[in-house]
């Protein structure tokens, strides 16, 4: 295939308190193989060059692993591929004389901070409230291979830390819900015998900041689980809300 010229419409917003809009630029000999953050790259070099301000997007690790690239690409969150994030979106996904929507993740627990940034503080205060487990550190430690967990459990548990925070979950939910992130941050202790010290406090805890951060319910569409880059399942919703009413029985 030979390079693309391309057309974007990008959400420009100067400040948190600035209105907004949509912008629309021009991109040429855009390589097949550029991700998505590259071609960003191109348009801010652009940009650059002829004095304009380029446009603020998150980005760290460019491997998938940091969960920055909250963007809202052709009305997905991470674009139109499946199981990757912004930054593992490749070019090719694309076709010459497209027009690509470029928008920040929505929520109004995630208010925007410029352009494509937004503030996912939110979630790092529902991790604070919650997300860890306490050991023994004295000198005393019990070696982890003392303590045996079914291989069952240890996968799931697994599975369930592969989050990376990236909020895809909330931006494509119709009600902005964060059921299938804090699922995940609360199964991947509840499945392992570590996590028992504080389940029960953890999860009360947890769901409480969930909602004092606005994050809407969950109504059971799915949408979250088809968007999100780590495959996180559906099932670490269920093992949340039964976590959560166990919890409740012991007061
Ligand atoms: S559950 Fe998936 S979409 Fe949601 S924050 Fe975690 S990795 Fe991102
Ligand atoms: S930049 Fe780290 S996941 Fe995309």
Redesign the pocket.
């Known amino acids: 295939m030979s390079n693309m010229n391309l057309t974007l419409k990008i959400w420009r917003q100067k400040g948190a308190n600035d209105k907004g809009k949509m912008v629309e630029y021009k991109v040429t000999d855009i390589s097949e193989h550029m991700s998505f953050l590259e071609m960003m790259d191109v348009l801010n070099e652009q940009l650059v060059n002829t004095g304009e301000e380029p446009v603020a997007f998150d980005h760290d690790c460019r491997e998938g692993i940091c969960?920055m690239c909250s963007m809202y690409i052709n009305g997905e969150a991470h674009g139109p591929d499946r199981g990757v994030t912004t930054c593992q979106l490749h070019m090719r996904m694309f076709n010459d004389g497209d027009t690509i929507t470029i928008e920040p993740f929505r929520a109004a627990a995630f208010p925007v901070i410029k352009d494509l940034v937004v503030d996912r503080g939110s979630f790092e205060r529902i991790q604070q409230a919650g997300g860890y487990i306490s050991v023994n550190t004295s000198g005393n430690t019990t070696d982890a291979n003392a303590i045996l967990v079914p291989k069952e459990d240890a996968d799931k548990a697994m599975d369930a830390a592969t989050?990376?925070?990236?909020?895809?979950?909330v931006a494509t939910c119709k009600n902005s819900s964060a059921m299938?992130?804090v699922g995940?941050k609360v199964s991947q202790y509840a499945l392992l015998p570590q996590g028992q010290v504080e389940a029960t406090e953890r999860v009360k805890n947890m769901v409480a900041q969930m909602d004092l951060e606005g994050f809407g319910n969950c109504t059971n569409t799915g949408a979250?689980e088809v968007?999100?880059?780590?495959g996180?399942s559906l099932e670490n919703i269920a093992r949340m809300n039964s976590e959560f009413l166990k919890a409740s029985f012991k007061g």
């Open positions: 969960g989050c990376i925070g990236c909020g895809a979950c299938l992130f995940a979250c968007e999100c880059p780590k996180i």
